[in-house]
């Protein structure tokens, strides 16, 4: 799998969503859902971009199971704190709010597999 490539993919189709939140929120002076505006640009389209050009630049993280491991909980931690971020703050179903530590804690083990790739592999 090419990590460099997919966080990167994956990263600027989370800028475009956070855009077009943002356009939202200014054109409707309703900024309810900026910190779910700042969740998509940070661990969507910033950290997947970070990780996309490290991938790029050190071939040598993108070969083992730390890669995949990390890739793979990223994406399923962020999807999952995104979606339910959204439905905890604009009320929709509030009750998922002790959903949010599985999926972020998922995004810390795939930052915690990145750093230990880095460690033994950079």
Known sequence: MNYSRNFLVIGALYLIIGIGFGMYMGGSQDFTLAPVHAHINLIGFVLMT?????????????????????????????????????????????AVAPMMPIFEGLIALGIIAWAINLYQNA
């Open 50 to 94: 970070l990780f996309g050009l490290a991938y790029r630049l050190i071939p040598a993280l993108a070969g083992n199971s730390l890669a995949k491991a990390h890739f793979w909980l990223h994406q399923i931690g962020a999807a999952g704190t995104l979606l339910f971020l959204f439905l905890l703050i604009s009320g929709i179903a509030p």
